[in-house]
């Protein structure tokens, strides 16, 4: 898998080659470069192409008006409309929307959402409540009773599990993004940024230096770092400031120190044989800790030197 980029096509010895992306016009054009690159070498390929989440007829208009829509075998959509992230967070990772449907009129997203949304409760229930604020959140719930009607007495029944949706406009509040987070996570997105769920993070401080090896062969790679509510530790801190953290880092390095002890006062087979069953357990959450005792420790960092500079200034 390669990341769309104009001009030629990374080389591979493959048959087929297919274009996974959003219908976005300007995509269609870096795609029929690409193509077009690939006729050029006269390679024997097929070019396939599946729209995320919707096939789109401008996205094909656009790659006929390019002169390469006849390259192509299969023309589909994925049917990609929320992805869970965590437990209470599912995205549609539509960072365009507000853009399109403010600025550009283009109220695609909106239908996309209420497509999404309908999916939703076609797995759990249909929602009862409905609430919004915004003139988007009332075109999304328009589109949600439309969409109902239309599949009326074709979907199973099923005892809903939320009771209320309550849907709401960026532009109700267009202040709060602009605000300084500064929850553990927050700050976390502040200095690195976490996408998909992933944060990207200067590999200096999860170096483990060898015994003799000294500071020699620091990686240069970012370390790459799942963050979700999966993850005992990061539930736990997530959403404390950081003020906060420091000292709940201290006592679970406590409870896993104490735990690790428990080894000695094991004796018989039966209590090495219980300790051992939790040892994975306890390395993964050592792991853990020492993960994000070094993150803290890099926003630490930032965050002291932000306030020195700003003090001298």
């Not at 229930?125 to 919004?132: L, N, R, S």
């Not at 959140?137 to 949600?144: E, G």
């Not at 990061?234 to 690790?260: H, P």
């Amino acid at each position: 898998m390669f990341t769309l980029k104009g001009g030629r096509l990374p080389a591979a010895d493959v048959k087929n080659i297919i274009f996974f992306v959003r219908p976005r016009l300007e995509l269609m054009d870096i795609i029929a470069e690409n193509v077009i690159s690939e006729d050029k070498l006269r390679s024997p390929r097929d070019f396939h192409i599946l729209f995320v989440p919707r096939h789109s007829l401008l996205c094909e208009q656009r790659l006929k008006e390019q002169g390469v829509l006849g390259s192509f075998i299969n023309i589909d959509e994925y049917i990609l409309d929320l992805i869970p992230y965590d437990g209470d967070l599912l995205s549609m990772e539509s960072e365009s929307a507000f853009r399109e449907c403010y600025l550009e009129s283009d109220q695609t997203s909106l239908y996309h959402t209420a497509k999404g949304l309908m999916t939703l409760q076609a797995l759990y229930g249909t929602i009862p409540q409905i609430f919004g604020k915004g003139e988007c959140a009332r075109h999304v719930a328009n589109m949600m009773l439309r969409m109902k009607r239309e599949f009326a007495g074709s979907q199973t029944q099923i005892l809903p599990v939320f009771d209320t949706l309550l849907l709401l406009d960026r532009n109700v509040d267009l202040l709060t993004p602009l605000a300084t987070q500064l929850t553990y996570e927050g700050l976390i997105d502040e200095i690195y940024g976490i996408t998909n769920g992933y944060v990207k993070l200067p590999p200096e401080k999860f170096a483990q230096k060898k015994q003799g090896e000294g500071g020699k062969d620091l990686p240069t790679e970012p370390k790459k770092l799942q963050l979700n509510s999966a993850e005992e530790l990061y539930a736990e801190i997530r959403d404390k400031n950081f003020n906060a953290v420091g000292a709940a880092l201290s006592k679970k390095a406590k409870i896993i120190s104490a735990a690790f002890e428990e080894r000695h006062n094991a004796k018989t087979v039966g209590e090495i044989k219980q300790f051992v069953s939790q040892l994975p357990h306890m390395q993964a959450a050592r792991s853990s800790l020492a993960n994000h005792t070094s993150i803290a420790e890099l926003i630490k960092d930032i965050t002291s030197e932000l306030l020195r500079h700003f003090s001298i200034t």
